[in-house]
Structures are given as structure tokens and as C-alpha cells.
């Protein structure tokens, strides 16, 4: 699992469940990477860009319909089936608590 920055967020209009397509910056070493997420109960697109996240990086990438992911984002399902991001600890600092592409110890 690693951190990365989400740098875009597009609609999913073709996803059977209400969905993003996000992609996140994991670093020179990872590169840019694309999802789809199903966040978009608690999150909206412009709330989401520039924010820090932690995804699965060395899965096989899957085809979702039209869209091909390469990693799966992180987060917590509530009681009501939205999904809660899993991210860094924002509060160790005012800008990016973590390098992109850091390993989850």
C-alpha cells in the first residue's frame, strides 16, 4: 500500500454504481495511476483533488466497463454503505503529511 496525491477526478457516468474516475500521483517510482471509486456519497470531485490517499498499487489492473483501474483506493464502508477515504494523518503537517509513493509500515 502506498500514499499518493489525487491530481484529477472525472465523472463515471457508465459505472452501474455512482462512481469517480480518480488519478492519483504515487511518485516517480509508481507513476500516475487511474481508478474508479465509489466515494462520490461523501465526497465531491473538487473536494477530492489535491488530497492525500493510500491505494493498493501492485494489483493487476481490472477493466470496469469502458475503464481500465490500476489500483484500488482505500477506505472504510459505514453502516449506510458510503465509503469513508483511508488517508495519512493530515494533522503532522499543513501540506502533505507523507511522500507520495510511501509504503504503509
Known amino acids: 500500500m502506498r500514499a499518493g496525491t489525487i ?8 459505472a452501474r454504481k ?4 480518480v488519478t492519483v500521483d504515487f511518485g516517480p517510482e509508481i507513476g ?5 471509486a465509489q466515494i462520490t456519497a461523501l465526497y465531491r470531485k473538487d473536494d477530492l483533488v489535491g ?3 493510500i491505494g493498493v498499487v501492485n494489483f493487476p489492473a481490472k477493466q470496469i466497463g469502458p475503464f481500465m483501474s490500476e489500483f484500488l483506493i482505500m ?11 483511508a488517508v495519512p494523518d493530515p494533522s503532522v503537517g499543513p501540506d502533505q503529511p507523507v511522500d507520495n509513493g510511501a509504503k504503509l509500515a
Open 18 to 21: 455512482p462512481a469517480y474516475k
Open 51 to 53: 488530497r492525500q490517499v
Open 75 to 85: 477506505g472504510f464502508y459505514r453502516e449506510d454503505g458510503a465509503v469513508v477515504l
Open 7 to 14: 491530481v484529477a477526478v472525472d465523472d463515471f457516468p457508465e
Open 32 to 36: 500516475v495511476k487511474r481508478t474508479s
